[in-house]
Each structure stands twice: as structure tokens, then as C-alpha cells.
């Protein structure tokens, strides 16, 4: 199995396939709207914005399952983003990312980049990076911001 073999549903309902982003340098993060990690969004927006063109993605995956910090429906979920942070990279619907119910996806990169607790994520804000080739290559922690991952990533793109 290859990230490119997967699908999710973006925030609008519409499905979509991972090998959209085949050839890019792809950042998946669980979000939260309600969580002392939110601010982080600037910071993704800001890292998409300055290297989309280079060919960086960044996929937002909302997630319930730390906290209740993300209880909303999509329509609250994307007017948050856009209203408070002006995030315009995708943002795909609320998905568990731990437990049984975890979505594939999730399932698929903590098979491959553990973390110091083992596979599981620990809060909102974990952000996988995966290569241009859909190889998960770099697991960072909720606690790292989006801007001290920025040499890491320009080295990979």
C-alpha cells in the first residue's frame, strides 16, 4: 500500500484521491479549530503559500478525538479557517486518527513514522511529510511549529 492509493472526503463532501498529489511534497495534519495548538494554521498557510508553487501541498484532516476541540460541522470547520487564518490549502472532513475507526490514511503513515509513544498520535497538530515519490519520509510533533519545519521542507522539495 502507497499514500497514492488512498481516498478521503474533502470538507465539501466530495471524494478525492491521494494520487492527486502525486509528484508533490505533501504535508497531513489533524487539525483542531479549538485547540492551544490552533494558531498553527498561520503557520501552515504561510508555509503553503510561500511553496506551493514549488510544489508543496498541505492537507488539513480535522479531528474530535483529543479534547472535544473540534466539534463542529464542516461548514463551521471551513468558515473558521477562512475567517480566522485564511487557510486556503485543502481541508478534508473530520476523521478519527487513532482507534479502530482511524482513517486509512492516518492508519498508513503511523505505520510508517512511529513517534516515541509507538504509532499513535498524540494531539492535534501532528504533521506528517511525505515525498515527492508518496514516500512518508518525516513525523513532527504537535508542539513543533510550522515555521521550524521550513528548512526541512525546503530541502525536500
Known amino acids: 500500500m502507497e499514500f497514492y492509493n488512498f481516498e478521503a472526503k474533502r470538507l465539501n463532501g466530495s471524494p478525492e484521491k491521494m494520487e492527486?498529489?502525486?509528484?508533490?511534497?505533501?504535508?497531513?495534519?489533524?487539525?483542531?479549530?479549538k485547540c492551544g495548538?490552533?494558531?498553527?494554521?498561520?503557520?501552515?498557510e504561510s508555509l503553503y503559500e510561500k511553496y506551493k508553487d514549488q510544489g508543496l501541498e498541505i492537507l488539513?484532516?480535522?479531528?474530535?478525538q483529543?479534547?472535544?476541540q473540534e466539534p463542529g460541522e464542516a461548514s463551521e470547520i471551513s468558515?473558521?479557517?477562512?475567517?480566522?487564518?485564511?487557510?486556503?490549502?485543502?481541508?478534508?472532513?473530520?476523521v478519527d486518527v487513532n482507534g479502530k475507526n482511524a482513517h486509512p490514511i492516518f492508519?498508513?503513515?503511523?505505520?510508517?513514522?512511529?513517534?516515541?509513544?509507538?504509532?499513535?498520535?498524540?494531539?492535534?497538530?501532528?504533521?506528517?511529510?511525505?515525498?515527492?515519490?508518496?514516500?512518508?519520509?518525516?513525523?513532527f510533533a504537535p508542539v513543533t511549529e510550522p515555521e521550524a519545519m521550513e528548512d526541512y521542507i525546503k530541502g525536500i522539495l
Do not use: H
Not at 20 to 33: D, E, F, L
Not at 37 to 44: R, S
Open 60 to 64: 488539513g484532516f480535522p479531528c474530535n
Open 66 to 68: 483529543f479534547g472535544n
Open 37 to 44: 495548538f490552533t494558531p498553527q494554521y498561520k503557520g501552515l
Open 79 to 94: 468558515e473558521f479557517c477562512q475567517v480566522n487564518y485564511g487557510v486556503s490549502f485543502p481541508m478534508f472532513a473530520k
Open 107 to 139: 492508519k498508513f503513515l503511523k505505520s510508517k513514522l512511529g513517534s516515541l509513544l509507538g504509532s499513535k498520535i498524540k494531539w492535534n497538530f501532528t504533521k506528517f511529510v511525505i515525498d515527492k515519490n508518496g514516500k512518508p519520509v518525516k513525523r
Open 20 to 33: 492527486t498529489y502525486k509528484g508533490k511534497t505533501v504535508i497531513v495534519v489533524n487539525t483542531a479549530s
